[in-house]
């Protein structure tokens, strides 16, 4: 018993420092990474503080990855680095759909534009584990280069984006509850390894969710987006014109497909894409050139900008009869 009694505190002591070098660690490493934005809105004769937030370095070249609705309606403002050094930014390009944006730091004089910027070192949200260490590193409040810890609560969520007049799920949205406040929009989510997974984007609260945050993934799907928007200032995505949920087949139509859910339309938009090629509510998407849709999130996946104002085949369950409809999607515009 007393044995027992003396050997749990210095187990408990030993977790504890196991645990916060791991934080030190991270933070060691992050920190240099993440830069407190100070957002301004352009006004006659000079700039007005607009709002703040964060951002993650992402290449030595002054790129710069945030949360598109930290720089909504901004064309620039102050990026300040961990040491202290500050310099103007631009807005690079900004896409709400998925709320992440690039700016572009400017240093001035014959100052290199790599001097002090230290990028980044980007993981893969899809290998994390419920229950995984994460730490958020960000400027809540105003209060730069602030760091909390916590786990990964849950993955998979989706969080609804919208560019005001058009909606979209962001998918495999990751629920942490490290601690997260205003601010650290487009701050780090990383890992044990210092390797950043996410981009804080949303604080679930007060009062009816406290202790849960949001954080925009950093996966194959997304770093295609960060990489639009890097060479081009703007995601480009094809248009079809309809709502659509998850639902499962009926027996003989999946025995016959091979498949055990499609995506039936609930409504298409008059004299959209979708329309135009007779899609119709209550049929039942099952195939986009051959690749089978489950879900809204496969849908939005395959409406890249390779497939604008092409003919794209969908494979469709019509009143239990399966059919091949052509739809020529349009550019999708705010």
């Known amino acids: 018993m007393g044995v027992g009694s003396e050997a749990s505190p210095v187990s ?54 945030t949360s598109a609705h930290v720089v909504e309606g901004s064309n620039g403002g102050v990026a300040a680095l961990a040491d202290g050094r500050e310099y103007d930014f631009d807005v690079v390009g900004a896409d709400r759909l998925s709320d992440l944006a690039v700016v572009r730091v400017r240093l001035n004089g014959s100052t290199p534009l790599t001097a002090g910027l230290v990028p980044a070192v980007l993981g893969d949200a899809d290998t994390l584990r419920v229950g995984q260490l994460v ?7 105003g209060y730069a280069g602030s760091v909390s810890a916590g786990v990964v609560s849950a993955v998979g969520r989706s969080l609804t984006a919208s560019n005001g007049r058009h909606a979209r799920l962001v998918e495999n949205v990751i629920q942490t509850d490290a601690a997260l406040h205003p601010g650290n929009s487009g701050g780090a989510l990383a890992t044990s390894r ?47 014109g309809v709502a659509a949920g998850s639902r499962p087949l009926p027996p003989r139509a999946a025995a016959r497909l091979g498949l055990e859910t499609g995506l039936e339309v609930t409504s298409v938009v008059a004299g959209s894409p979708a329309a135009r090629a007779g899609l119709r509510p209550e049929e039942v998407i099952v195939a986009v050139d051959g690749t089978p849709v489950a879900g809204i999130g496969d849908l939005q996946r395959l409406m890249t900008a390779s497939r604008i104002d092409q003919p794209v085949r969908f494979t469709v369950l019509r009143r239990g009869d399966v059919v091949d409809v052509d739809v020529v999607p349009v550019e999708l515009r705010d």
Do not use: C, F, W
């Not at 030190?24 to 937030?53: D, T």
């Not at 730490?135 to 409040?141: E, K, Q, R």
């Not at 969710?209 to 954080?215: K, P, S, T």
């Open 135 to 141: 730490v958020a590193v960000g400027s809540p409040l």
């Open 194 to 240: 210092g390797d950043v997974v996410g981009i804080n984007t949303a604080v679930i609260g007060p009062g009816i969710g406290q202790g849960l945050g949001m954080a925009v993934p950093l996966n194959d799907t997304t770093k295609l987006i960060v990489s639009a928007l890097m060479h081009d200032g703007r995601v480009r995505r094809a248009y079809l």
């Open 12 to 65: 408990e002591a030993e977790a504890l420092d196991a645990y916060s070098s791991v934080v030190v660690r991270v933070a060691e490493r992050v920190l240099q990474s993440v830069a407190s934005l100070r957002v301004m809105r352009a006004v006659a004769g000079g700039r007005l503080p607009q709002g703040s937030g964060s951002a993650v370095v992402l290449a030595g070249d002054g790129y710069l990855l």
